[in-house]
Structure formats: C-alpha cells, structure tokens
C-alpha cells in the first residue's frame, strides 16, 4: 500500500531505561505491516561512541551485525525477528557517528567559515540521517526509536531534531509516541501517574508534544488514571494505551492491536486502517505456549550473567523450538567455572550443547573441556564463532594429539596455530570496524550434514571475526574426521566444520542467530533443536 509521503513516528522513553521501547517500536511495525504498509524501524543511540562493535557485552548487550556490515545495537535483532525485513547501516546512529560526519565536513570547509553549532548543525545532520530511509522510496512509515531517556543530556539533540522535523512535517505526516512507567506502590495500594506527568512535561520543556503515551504497568490502568492522564498530559484518551507485562515479547503485537494503538496511529496519519493479518504470527504463538515436549540445553559461554550477551540466540531457540513444538529450556554455563573435573557434573544431563560466540582468552579451556565432553558422549554440538574455533582446537589436541594446538589469539607463540589471525587482518592496528564484517558466501560440500540441512549448496551468511580456521592443519584435520563443510569461494576460508561419524557436531564460522526471524527460524537452530529433541528420547 504506497504512499506519496513517507510518514514518520518517533518513540521515545521516559521515567525509567529498559522500559522496552524496541518491542513497542517492533510490535507496532507488525502491526503496521501487517496492514499492507512498507514499514521500518531506525534506532538512533546517544552514546558518543560510533558504534557498539568496541562495547563489552557487560556494558551494552551483544553486537547485532547487518547484511552490509555494520556493527549496530541488539534492537535491530527485535526489529528484523518482528519484521522479517533486513536492516542496514543506515538503520542505526550514533551520536559518535553523527558528530564524527560534522567534524569531516567542517575539516572539508563545507560551512564556508560558519560558527558549527549544535543548533543547526548538529540537529541538521540528525534530521538527515533520520530521513535517509524514506527518501528511498522504499517505505511507507518509518519508525525511529530515540535510545535513552528523556531529560538525559545526551538526548537533547534528538529531541531538538524530532521539534524541528515534527513542525517541517505536519502532524499528519509526523507523530511522537512517549513510553512511560506507571509505577505501582503496594505500600499505598495504588498506580501513581505523577512521574509520567513529570516526564511528559520535561519532554514539552524541549517543545516537544506526545500525542500517543504508551504507558509500561504491571497492573490494569482503570478508567479513571486513563482520564487523568489524558487530562494532565494534553493527549486524547483513547492515546493513552496499556502496556502491561507479557510472558513473552511475542504477545506485545497482539496486546498493542486490543489497545488499538495501530487505530490512533493510523488516524492521526491520515491513513486507512484494515484488519491487521497475523496469521502466521498467531500461529508461531500457539504454537509457543503449547509445546508437546521440552528439551535442555547448555549455552556456554563467559558473559551468561547477562542475557543481552547472546540475545540473538535465546530467540533464535524461541523460533526454533516452537517450529518444533518443543520448549527449549536454555541453562546458561560460565564457561570460566567448567574444567575436567566437574564438566561431566555440568554436562551429563543437558540434551545439547552451544559454546557461544566471544573475544579473548578468558574462559576457553572450560570451553574446550566442553567440547570433549560432547564430542565423546554424542551429545548435539553446536560452536558458533569462538564456539567453532574452539572446537577445532579441541579436535586438534585431543584426536591429533597436537597437545599444545591454540589460537594464536590466545597463545602467539603455540607451536600448532590451528586458528590463526586471517592475512587481510595482520596489518590493521584500529579496533573499531575493522573485523570481518557482514554477509559473505559460503559453498556447502555435496552431502554433507550441513548442505542437507540447507538443501542448498550456496549460502549467505553473517560474519564478525578476525581469526580463522589455518588451513595448513586442513588436511590433517580431515583425515583424522572432522570435515570442513563450507567455504569461502573467494578465500578458501573455511566457515563449517563437521563431525560425519557424530549424531550432530557442528561449527559455523559465521553468526546464525542474526538471521532468525519469527517467520523464518533458522535452519540450523532447527536442525540443532531436533537433533536436541532425537538424542533425549533415544536415552529415555
């Protein structure tokens, strides 16, 4: 259903971080698609840094990379899961990004010798960037989350261009969603709205109105708080829309179409609603609250405490595991904490193993003790970057007998590099964007494990590595039985590593989990959970 004029809809967050304005921005996409609109989600974040490929994962969450490589915030993994529609660099900004781009053009003598300024310089460039998506012509409606919180020093450039862009656009073309926290204190009893009038007000300090508020409750907002709300907040009433708590974040669609959030957009749009068709949608949900069995598995890993670390592959599980009608139950192990005398303890009873991606040596020997465990015990493996890696190590010392086989990564002067730094890496010395980043083409071996489970023979996968499998160790690695599966055509990287005589023991050199969507689970997730499931019945 194409549109002239792009429309645009700002989310944007207040009173508390992490309030979840992703699966907000995500669930009304859905909503929104699944009306026949060209939709989109951009995430501008307030840190200076250009992108979050430098963070630590403590620090802000996995790294989500795109198809063209850029290295962008988890969020995108929401949208493209909800969405089933790649994202791209220009789906993401960063204040770190969008400074750097003024700077350059000053040095250029772009300004013509003009005082560079926050107001219009800055805001110019956030305005820019903002509308780079809809003036592709590709969509209909852009939605743009603003990270951070309202009254955060860092925000108030986004704010300043969402005034600036709302007045040039018309409210017809353009609107602000505010995402809120009705606290509930049970000592009084009771919802307060205060910080929520106290939020929008500091939003409308920055001339900014919202028009619809989306308020995050662990209780029902009754009649009378919607009324003052609506009262205090200068926003209709049937704007003021519930977002209760959810078991899962797939539900979110479902309970923002009751509310009619999509309805009130859609109006003050001035586009015509439908009936949303969530078919598919609904029937990934049934099938996710009604499995007919349950599996564990093992991630190993060394950020586990935090779930953000692996975001991509605990959903990535979700869709694979419903696809199959089975509960993945994911027990999370510190790879740190595991070595040869409790690793049987850890390992015995899960129905299958991922080691997870990760930099560094910190933890890798708990990793490769592992992979024994499993390798011995044909118990479903799956290795993911790091993971793959280590499983190559693993073989290396334990099947070869080179004792001392590393990654030069961790060891420099190992005497058997079978993973060593890649040749177009020696030379780089700057950290930030500068891994293997991306999709890259991988050829499948004719019948091997993984080109059946593909039923294909080319594929295009992820990447976000500096070191790979040395393939000087190639041919020893394989006539000793670990096969290498797929590879780089113009390379010769090897990306997959496989174990024939094992019930399922797989290595990707590349990042699965980044292309798993609700609409389409991952082949290998797929594969791994039903293997998972096979090996658990065979030993019951």
């Given at each position: 259903m194409t549109n002239t004029t792009t429309k645009y809809i700002f989310v944007t967050g207040g009173v508390s971080s992490s309030l979840g304005k992703g699966i907000i921005a995500a669930s009304l996409a859905k909503l929104l698609q699944s009306q026949g609109y060209r939709t989109t989600i951009q995430k501008l974040d307030p840190y200076i840094n250009i992108d979050p490929g430098t963070l630590n994962p403590y620090e802000h969450g996995e790294c989500y990379v795109t198809d063209d490589g850029a290295e962008t915030d988890l969020d995108l993994g929401h949208y493209e899961r909800f969405l089933n529609v790649p994202t791209s660099q220009a789906n993401n900004v960063t204040t770190g990004r969008i400074y750097q781009s003024v700077i350059d053009k000053e040095r250029r003598g772009e300004f013509l010798g003009k005082t560079v300024q926050v107001i219009p310089h800055i805001t110019d460039e956030i305005k820019h960037r903002i509308q780079i998506l809809g003036k592709s012509g590709e969509y209909d409606i852009i939605l743009t989350e603003i990270g951070g919180t309202v009254g955060d020093i860092e925000s108030l450039p986004y704010v300043e261009a969402v005034r600036?862009?709302?007045?040039?656009?018309?409210?017809?073309?353009?609107?602000?969603?505010?995402?809120?926290?009705?606290?509930?204190?049970?000592?009084?009893?009771?919802?307060?709205?205060?910080?929520?009038?106290?939020?929008?007000?500091?939003?409308?300090?920055?001339?900014?109105?919202?028009?619809?508020?989306?308020?995050?409750?662990?209780?029902?907002?009754?009649?009378?708080?919607?009324?003052?709300?609506?009262?205090?907040?200068?926003?209709?009433?049937?704007?003021?829309?519930?977002?209760?708590?959810?078991?899962?974040?797939?539900?979110?669609?479902?309970?923002?179409?009751?509310?009619?959030?999509?309805?009130?957009?859609?109006?003050?749009?001035?586009?015509?609603?439908?009936?949303?068709?969530?078919?598919?949608?609904?029937?990934?949900?049934?099938?996710?609250?009604?499995?007919?069995?349950?599996?564990?598995?093992?991630?190993?890993?060394?950020?586990?405490?935090?779930?953000?670390?692996?975001?991509?592959?605990?959903?990535?599980?979700?869709?694979?595991?419903?696809?199959?009608?089975?509960?993945?139950?994911?027990?999370?192990?510190?790879?740190?904490?595991?070595?040869?005398?409790?690793?049987?303890?850890?390992?015995?009873?899960?129905?299958?193993?991922?080691?997870?991606?990760?930099?560094?040596?910190?933890?890798?020997?708990?990793?490769?003790?592992?992979?024994?465990?499993?390798?011995?015990?044909?118990?479903?493996?799956?290795?993911?970057?790091?993971?793959?890696?280590?499983?190559?190590?693993?073989?290396?010392?334990?099947?070869?007998?080179?004792?001392?086989?590393?990654?030069?990564?961790?060891?420099?002067?190992?005497?058997?590099?079978?993973?060593?730094?890649?040749?177009?890496?020696?030379?780089?010395?700057?950290?930030g964007g500068t891994m293997r980043l991306g999709s890259w083409e991988c050829n499948l071996l004719e019948n091997s494990k993984v080109a059946t489970i593909y039923n294909k023979n080319i594929i295009h996968e992820r990447h976000r590595h500096r070191y790979e499998f040395n393939n000087d160790f190639k041919d020893q690695i394989e006539n000793s039985g670990m096969l290498s599966s797929g590879c780089n055509p113009q390379t010769g990287l090897v990306e997959i590593v496989e174990i024939p005589s094992h019930p399922w023991f797989i290595g990707v050199q590349y990042h699965p989990e980044y292309k798993s969507t609700v609409a389409n689970p991952h082949p290998l997730f797929l594969s791994f959970i039903k293997a998972a499931l096979k090996y658990k019945t065979n030993k019951q």
């Amino acid at each position: 259903m194409t549109n002239t004029t792009t429309k645009y809809i700002f989310v944007t967050g207040g009173v508390s971080s992490s309030l979840g304005k992703g699966i907000i921005a995500a669930s009304l996409a859905k909503l929104l698609q699944s009306q026949g609109y060209r939709t989109t989600i951009q995430k501008l974040d307030p840190y200076i840094n250009i992108d979050p490929g430098t963070l630590n994962p403590y620090e802000h969450g996995e790294c989500y990379v795109t198809d063209d490589g850029a290295e962008t915030d988890l969020d995108l993994g929401h949208y493209e899961r909800f969405l089933n529609v790649p994202t791209s660099q220009a789906n993401n900004v960063t204040t770190g990004r969008i400074y750097q781009s003024v700077i350059d053009k000053e040095r250029r003598g772009e300004f013509l010798g003009k005082t560079v300024q926050v107001i219009p310089h800055i805001t110019d460039e956030i305005k820019h960037r903002i509308q780079i998506l809809g003036k592709s012509g590709e969509y209909d409606i852009i939605l743009t989350e603003i990270g951070g919180t309202v009254g955060d020093i860092e925000s108030l450039p986004y704010v300043e261009a969402v005034r600036q862009l709302k007045w040039e656009l018309g409210n017809e073309n353009a609107l602000v969603i505010h995402l809120t926290l009705i606290p509930y204190l049970s000592a009084a009893g009771e919802l307060k709205t205060k910080p929520t009038q106290h939020s929008v007000k500091t939003l409308m300090e920055s001339g900014v109105q919202a028009d619809i508020l989306v308020c995050r409750t662990e209780h029902e907002l009754n009649d009378g708080i919607r009324t003052k709300l609506a009262r205090f907040c200068n926003v209709k009433k049937e704007s003021v829309i519930q977002s209760i708590d959810a078991s899962t974040i797939y539900d979110v669609p479902n309970m923002m179409l009751e509310e009619g959030l999509d309805k009130v957009v859609l109006n003050q749009l001035q586009l015509e609603a439908h009936t949303p068709d969530l078919t598919s949608w609904n029937n990934f949900t049934e099938k996710l609250k009604n499995p007919k069995s349950d599996i564990v598995i093992g991630l190993i890993g060394k950020y586990v405490e935090l779930q953000d670390s692996y975001k991509s592959i605990l959903e990535a599980f979700i869709h694979a595991g419903a696809a199959n009608e089975v509960r993945v139950k994911v027990v999370s192990i510190h790879s740190e904490f595991l070595d040869a005398q409790n690793v049987k303890l850890k390992i015995e009873n899960l129905d299958g193993v991922l080691v997870a991606p990760g930099f560094g040596e910190r933890g890798i020997e708990g990793k490769i003790e592992a992979i024994r465990y499993v390798r011995e015990h044909n118990i479903p493996f799956f290795g993911i970057c790091l993971g793959m890696q280590m499983a190559v190590i693993e073989f290396s010392r334990n099947v070869l007998n080179l004792h001392k086989a590393n990654s030069s990564e961790m060891d420099e002067l190992t005497p058997f590099p079978v993973i060593d730094l890649m040749e177009a890496q020696k030379l780089i010395t700057k950290k930030g964007g500068t891994m293997r980043l991306g999709s890259w083409e991988c050829n499948l071996l004719e019948n091997s494990k993984v080109a059946t489970i593909y039923n294909k023979n080319i594929i295009h996968e992820r990447h976000r590595h500096r070191y790979e499998f040395n393939n000087d160790f190639k041919d020893q690695i394989e006539n000793s039985g670990m096969l290498s599966s797929g590879c780089n055509p113009q390379t010769g990287l090897v990306e997959i590593v496989e174990i024939p005589s094992h019930p399922w023991f797989i290595g990707v050199q590349y990042h699965p989990e980044y292309k798993s969507t609700v609409a389409n689970p991952h082949p290998l997730f797929l594969s791994f959970i039903k293997a998972a499931l096979k090996y658990k019945t065979n030993k019951q």
